[in-house]
């Protein structure tokens, strides 16, 4: 993240690999940035972002709202726990996990691809995150 702080205001850059969003309210600089990346890179403006990331922005007239709701149902779909039971908590109240109970994983891999979902989810949604550390 790259922030630039102008009297007029300010314009941040998200970058992550080769996804780039710019947003801010000193739109010169916004626009500024913008043309000194195209001189350099090859790059595509796709004005205002809905998606980015796992995550989905909208806007409203009380301003913006990020949430990750196709990102659940695409986990929920790609696990195949569309007819999973909805629980309150996911884990029972004082429950003692062992990792030398029970039988190992026939796919241990899909297990951890679930749980690393998992976890990027917590931050939209916090308050899995004791339930998802104990699961990891």
Known sequence: MFIRTTKVGICIVLLYV????????????????????????QMEDLLEAS???GFEITRSKHGFYIHQHKYIV???SNTRLNDAKVVVTLLELNVKLSAH????????TMYHKL??????????RPVIAYDIHVVS
């Open 74 to 76: 695409d986990l929920v």
């Open 18 to 41: 080769d996804d780039i969003i710019i947003f801010g309210d000193d739109f010169t600089s916004i626009k500024d940035v913008k043309l000194r990346l195209q001189e350099k890179f």
């Open 101 to 108: 109970v029970g039988n190992d994983l026939p796919k241990p």
């Open 115 to 124: 749980v690393g979902s998992l976890i990027y989810l917590t931050m939209i």
């Open 51 to 53: 998606y980015f990331l």
